[in-house]
């Protein structure tokens, strides 16, 4: 499980609790991640085990603290104005920064195609409308910040660029499966060849796909879709999968309370379970320490994820 944190206090409490790792989003106290004795190494050394710091640091208007970690241009523009080698060295150079600060996991780069407004849930957080595009671009910026120790996160798979609505206010629908697979799925064949790479489940519906009126999240055929790449050009994917925000993003939290949501998305294939808040962490861990001993989550699902998890830490 990863929470996000607003401090300090409020991380060192989150990981002795037993999260796996901690989220630094705007609302997180830049001094976690500058002030000694009360920063990332501090909190490893109280702490005494791995674990993973993650931020959202795409660029545009999906920036966290860019005053610290600096600030690239959104996606959009940096494929009108980059070649992909410009894109993979500013990509770099972010996380070099975003090393030095003790953050590993960055939740970029998007690989969504869209050709909307810049404004839309995605528009400008998107490299292209055209899938091939999107795909060589968002594969440049992975593998910058493969290079400099940090894990990039492709997202937000099977792909939310061209679905009606915004999962962070409702239910998405994204277009039909097959339409999905030969279109949309086209832009993740590149980036998740990447070594190193980890993937984020976006909370969008799939027409067609699995359990039709379920979220991805909760859909193990979109989970069995990533880890087989049966799609156009796709290929067979073992690293870590991400969920999207489960507590703050009403296509979730509006029909299923946190502790379910965390449960459903693990069972249903994810590794990590995400969300943007330490509240119900521990109701969380004693639901799924439940479902564990009830047979309802299987210790042998829980013990693979884990693995994934702990190969993946640099």
């Known amino acids: 499980m990863m929470v996000g944190v607003a401090n300090y206090d409020d991380a060192l409490w989150a990981l002795n609790q037993g999260a796996g790792g901690i989220f630094i989003g705007s609302f997180t106290d830049p001094a976690l991640l500058v002030e000694p004795g009360r920063d990332i190494a501090a909190l490893h050394r109280a702490v005494g085990r791995p674990f993973q710091v993650a931020i959202d640091a795409e660029g545009g208007r999906?920036?966290?603290?860019?005053?610290?970690?600096g600030q690239l241009p959104s996606a959009r523009v940096m494929a009108q104005t980059m070649s992909p080698q410009q894109v993979e060295a500013a990509a770099y150079d972010l996380g070099?920064?975003?090393?030095?600060?003790?953050?590993?996991?960055?939740?970029?780069?998007?690989?969504?195609i869209d050709g909307g407004p810049a404004g839309r849930v995605i528009g400008d957080r998107s490299f292209s409308p055209d899938?091939?595009?999107?795909?060589?671009?968002a594969a440049a910026f992975s593998r910058g910040l493969a290079a400099a120790g940090v894990t990039p996160v492709v997202k937000h798979f099977p792909g939310h660029g061209r679905a009606a609505g915004d999962s962070h206010t409702g239910q998405v629908f994204t277009p039909p499966a097959k339409e999905l697979a030969d279109v949309d799925l086209v832009a993740f064949t590149e980036p998740l060849r990447v070594a190193a790479t980890g993937a984020m489940i976006g909370h969008m519906t799939v027409p067609g796909l699995g359990d039709d009126g379920v979220p991805a999240t909760f859909n193990?055929?979109?989970?069995?879709?990533?880890?087989?790449?049966?799609?156009?050009?796709g290929a067979p994917f073992d690293g870590v999968i991400y969920t999207d925000d489960l507590s703050g993003m009403k296509a979730i939290s509006d029909t299923t309370p946190l502790p379910e949501?965390?449960?459903?998305?693990?069972?249903?294939?994810?590794?990590?379970?995400?969300?943007?808040?330490?509240?119900?962490?521990v109701e969380a861990i004693d639901h799924v320490d439940r479902a564990v001993a009830?047979?309802?989550y299987s210790e042998q699902a829980l013990n693979r994820a884990a693995a994934r998890v702990a190969a993946q830490r640099r």
């Open 294 to 296: 009830e047979g309802r």
């Open 62 to 69: 999906v920036s966290r603290h860019p005053g610290l970690v």
């Open 96 to 112: 070099a920064k975003l090393r030095s600060l003790g953050i590993t996991v960055d939740f970029a780069p998007v690989a969504d």
């Open 261 to 281: 949501a965390v449960l459903r998305s693990l069972t249903a294939g994810a590794d990590v379970a995400l969300w943007i808040s330490t509240r119900g962490l």
């Open 131 to 137: 899938p091939v595009t999107a795909g060589i671009y």
């Open 220 to 233: 193990p055929a979109v989970y069995q879709l990533l880890r087989g790449g049966a799609y156009r050009g």
